[in-house]
């Protein structure tokens, strides 16, 4: 029997691999912080984050441009060259897939493999059909080698509007309440100023800056005229949608009116390349996207508060649950104490993101408040 041949060159030891993947995992992270720079800024586009390790130790950084300018790697690679290093044997560390095909900008996978790189570590794979492991395969084509899944919990998490929209056709959406500690989200006469303090409505302000859309149902609008724009956060304002017709007269214009199913409203909107949908309100609106099981996260602001009775308005219109077995049932995400209030985000417990429509393919009550 012929002895297996050995590759010193090819094989390393515990201790190598050990210190590989701890450089892995803090570079990937960086990553991470990286795009979250640009988060409000690059949509309908993934905010990608790229960090450079070139072989004389030196780091460089890049996130992607708003739409039209260089995505992350073009950058952290013009970064290197700006300082007049060389990439080449250098490795690259991509929050996602890169990009294969020409758009706007030239392919992303082509400029590594032209930069000679060594090796690029991807967190998570592009589910966009014109990638979809186009770009890991132009890379190992090219010799490069390549390693994916290198906290690719933390990059789902931070690109799952993206990821959603790419694989559903329809935006992400995030559904936002504010109660207080007994569940009442505006008083019996419809007064729900404020219910909750100004670190909790600055909170929202950069939610909807993270939001390509923000949706609210007329009634909320007849009730409460908010203009829902971005003010107390940096980033800008989302596309306004009523369900629903606005008075001519209303804070919210210019926005887009929208009627009829819910699945449909998404996949205008998904359409239109929203890729995140924050819905404040009100109740009735809440309670259609909440039962028709088209929200992807929860986000409950809670003030330490009681109305102490039963005559409060609450955060869903209509019938609830008429049996313990039929109780909606989600997972606690995270909790954020915001000056006196709490958030609290939650996921359904099966994380399915709202189903396209079939043979589709990815490309009104008073409101809790909303100003």
């Given at each position: 029997m012929e002895a297996p041949s050995t590759l010193p060159t090819m094989v390393k030891d515990g201790h190598d691999e050990a210190n590989e993947r701890e450089r892995d995992t803090r570079e990937m992270r960086r990553a991470?912080?990286?795009?979250?720079?640009?988060?409000?800024?690059?949509?309908?586009?993934?905010?990608?984050?790229?960090?450079?390790?070139?072989?004389?130790?030196?780091?460089?950084?890049?996130?992607?441009?708003?739409?039209?300018?260089?995505?992350?790697?073009?950058?952290?690679?013009?970064?290197?060259?700006?300082?007049?290093?060389d990439p080449a044997g250098s490795t690259a560390y991509v929050t996602l897939e890169p990009c294969s095909h020409?758009?706007?900008?030239?392919?992303?996978?082509?400029?590594?493999?032209?930069?000679?790189?060594?090796?690029?570590?991807?967190?998570?794979?592009?589910?966009?059909?014109?990638?979809?492991?186009?770009?890991?395969?132009?890379?190992?084509?090219?010799?490069?080698?390549?390693?994916?899944?290198?906290?690719?919990?933390?990059?789902?998490?931070?690109?799952?509007?993206?990821?959603?929209?790419?694989?559903?056709?329809?935006?992400f959406v995030v559904l936002k309440m504010a109660a207080t500690l007994d569940g009442g989200t505006a008083a019996p006469d419809g007064d729900s100023r404020w219910i909750t303090g100004p670190q909790a409505r600055a909170d929202v302000h950069r939610l909807r800056a993270e939001s390509g859309a923000v949706l609210v149902g007329a009634g909320t609008v007849r009730a409460d005229d908010p203009s829902l724009t971005v003010r107390d956060a940096p980033g800008p304002d989302p596309l306004r949608v009523v369900l629903g017709t606005a008075p001519p007269d209303a804070k919210v214009h210019p926005c887009l009116g929208v009627q009829g199913d819910l699945g449909a409203v998404l996949d205008q909107l998904g359409d239109r390349g929203i890729?995140?949908?924050?819905?404040?309100?009100?109740?009735?609106?809440?309670?259609?996207?909440?039962?028709?099981?088209?929200?992807?996260?929860?986000?409950?602001?809670?003030?330490?508060?009681?109305?102490?009775?039963?005559?409060?308005?609450?955060?869903?219109?209509?019938?609830?649950?008429?049996?313990?077995a039929d109780v909606w049932r989600g997972r606690f995400l995270a909790a954020t104490t915001l000056g006196d209030d709490l958030r609290v985000d939650v996921a359904p417990s099966t994380s399915t993101p709202s189903t396209p429509s079939p043979g589709r393919t990815a490309p009104a009550g008073r409101g809790e408040e909303s100003n």
């Open positions: 991470v912080d990286v795009a979250a720079t640009v988060r409000t800024s690059t949509a309908p586009n993934p905010w990608v984050g790229c960090v450079i390790l070139t072989t004389d130790g030196r780091r460089f950084e890049g996130a992607t441009h708003p739409p039209g300018g260089p995505h992350a790697e073009a950058e952290a690679l013009a970064a290197v060259r700006a300082a007049g290093a020409l758009g706007r900008t030239p392919p992303c996978a082509d400029a590594l493999v032209d930069a000679k790189v060594g090796r690029v570590v991807v967190a998570v794979e592009d589910p966009d059909w014109k990638v979809a492991g186009q770009g890991l395969s132009r890379l190992r084509q090219a010799g490069i080698a390549v390693t994916t899944g290198v906290e690719a919990e933390a990059v789902t998490e931070q690109l799952l509007p993206y990821l959603t929209h790419r694989r559903t056709g329809r935006p890729l995140q949908l924050l819905v404040e309100g009100g109740a009735t609106v809440a309670a259609s996207f909440h039962h028709r099981g088209l929200v992807d996260r929860y986000v409950l602001y809670l003030a330490p508060a009681f109305f102490g009775g039963r005559d409060a308005l609450g955060l869903f219109n209509g019938r609830g649950a008429a049996t313990m």
